[in-house]
């Protein structure tokens, strides 16, 4: 079993930056492709952005594109997301994830995710 823990969110005005972490349980952490999601209120998930597994490359979402960086650190079993230049509608909880299999290096579809984070709030607002 897989457990992940996010940590870092807060209220930040427009134009600040926050940092996300998510602590993984386990020893199959660095094996597996990791991803951020968010959903806002009455919206559904949306994909933010993934990592492969040894964090040369990412992917971004175009919303959050040149703004938010994924990154990872395999020996800490940790995976991060910062963001900067916030806005208002980056408000929304935000979740990491990890793929449900070790093939799978890239996917914006929250199905090809199997275990979740419970999840953290980040509110951008004046």
């Known amino acids: 079993q897989v457990q992940l823990v996010e940590s870092g969110g807060g209220l930040v005005q427009p134009g600040g930056s926050l940092r996300l972490s998510c602590t993984a349980s386990?020893?199959?952490?660095?094996?597996?492709?990791m991803g951020w999601f968010r959903q806002a209120p009455e919206k559904e998930r949306e994909y933010v952005g993934s990592?492969?597994?040894?964090?040369?490359?990412?992917y971004y979402a175009d919303s959050v594109k040149g703004r938010f960086i994924i990154s990872r650190d395999n020996a800490k079993n940790t995976l991060y997301l910062q963001m900067n230049s916030l806005k208002p509608e980056d408000t929304a909880v935000y979740y990491c994830?990890?793929?449900?299999?070790?093939?799978?290096?890239?996917?914006?579809?929250?199905?090809?995710?199997?275990?979740w984070g419970q999840g953290t709030q980040v509110t951008v607002s004046s």
């Open positions: 386990g020893r199959t952490f660095s094996s597996y492709a």
């Open positions: 990592i492969s597994t040894s964090g040369s490359i990412t």
């Open positions: 994830a990890r793929v449900n299999s070790y093939s799978r290096t890239y996917s914006t579809a929250p199905a090809s995710y199997d275990y």
